[in-house]
């Protein structure tokens, strides 16, 4: 079978399909022109946040060995202070009980020389004198006589103990006043060294701002360039669409006579399957006709059969088949009998090659229908099967048998 194919796009010229390429290579560089500075800005954003992440680590660094060594510093002046006052309280305590042993050694002797003063002057009152009218005013109030020589040196080993004790309490204010001293200088540098933290932070903040800044204004300049390279670029896309919109246009107009044609063409080949199709059921039916007189000529030698006697009957068989002068009848029935039988096996195959061309027609049309629906630019088309239509060698060699055959019946 014979197949005719057009395709729509054959006929478009050689300028416009350079135009196409053109714009699709055009369009596919500013895509890769917008991925590689998307992939720019990537990397410049990765490496940001590497130097950012590597500020930071340096930044942690330094404030733990800082902290570190703050607080290792702050840990050995602590345990020195909690030395020194714990050897102040040690001393502290040493002095309060040696000086709790003096004073009742003082005691003890005073109330002794009283008693002994007592037992050598039984009958003079000795006048009465308060510890704090001759030693400082810690020393507690006792009843002695100032003429006595014993008395004298425990008052002096008292107003000792007395000045030891207040140079104690002097150092433990001096310890004291330290503390305090060393609290308000520990604060001081702690709020020292935050300030100076925090201007280290301002000054790294104000860098890596400038940093950004400058990365900032570079990516600008990059994005400004490329931004008038698109326009450019757009522009002489406008151009070229603007000098090849004529030809653009004639192009189309072209497409559309096309496909008119097409239309043209495959409705005439629609009505020229539907006449075909008439003709075949014409056909059809005058093989159904045919069938049905080779069925009564069946019936009418079934007739003659039973009319004819044994003997005929018996000779038949080893009877001369090319003798047609003793039975005529039958051998003309016989011949009508094949050439039915043969020109209805013709008209069914006949019928079976126009129904298959039928169903290949109203694929085709469907197919261009679809095509011209979806905006398709190829369609095949076969040729109508038309009542003169060339058959095959063999169907060709059939029809010749059983017109040879309806010849030769209707000649006898």
Known sequence: MKTCRFT????????????VTALQEAERHSARVRRVHLQHLDRLLVLQH???????????GGLQQLSSRFSSDRKQILEQSEQRTAHLEDVEFAMTMEEEDVTREIQTLFDAVIQ?????????????????????????SLVFVPESPCLSVSLQKASLQVNQRDEL?????????????????????????????????????????????????????????????????????????????PKTHELQNQLVQTRAAARKKLSDLTMQSDAATKKLKAVIAKGEKVVRAGEMCQKMEDKVRL???????????????????EKPELLHLTRRV?????????????KEDLSRENQQLKLLLRQHLDAETIGGQQLTIDPAPLSGSPLTTRTHIT??????AMKHALRD
């Not at 994005?223 to 000098?243: F, G, T, Y």
């Open 307 to 325: 009319l004819l006697r044994p003997e005929e009957l018996r000779q038949e068989p080893g009877a001369d088949p090319q003798e047609p002068a």
């Open 169 to 245: 309490k002097e150092e433990r204010r001096r310890l004291e006043k330290t503390k305090r001293d060393f609290e308000q200088l520990e604060s001081k540098e702690d709020r020292l060294l935050d300030h100076q933290r925090h201007v280290q932070t301002v000054q790294k903040n104000k860098e890596e701002v400038k940093k950004t800044q400058e990365t900032v204004v570079h990516l600008k300049k990059k994005l400004v360039s490329n931004e008038a390279k698109k326009q450019s670029m757009e522009q002489d896309l406008v151009a070229q669409r603007n000098l090849r919109g």
């Open 50 to 60: 590497r130097r950012l992440g590597l500020v930071q680590q340096q930044w942690e």
């Open 116 to 140: 002994s003063y007592k037992e050598a002057y039984p009958d003079t009152v000795p006048q009465r004198h308060t510890l704090s009218s001759l030693c400082p005013p810690s020393v507690p």
């Open 399 to 404: 029809v010749i048998e059983g017109v040879h």
């Open 338 to 350: 094949a050439a039915a039988a043969l020109q209805r096996e013709v008209l069914k195959r006949h």
């Open 8 to 19: 729509v796009s054959e006929r478009v010229p050689l300028p416009v399909q350079n135009l």
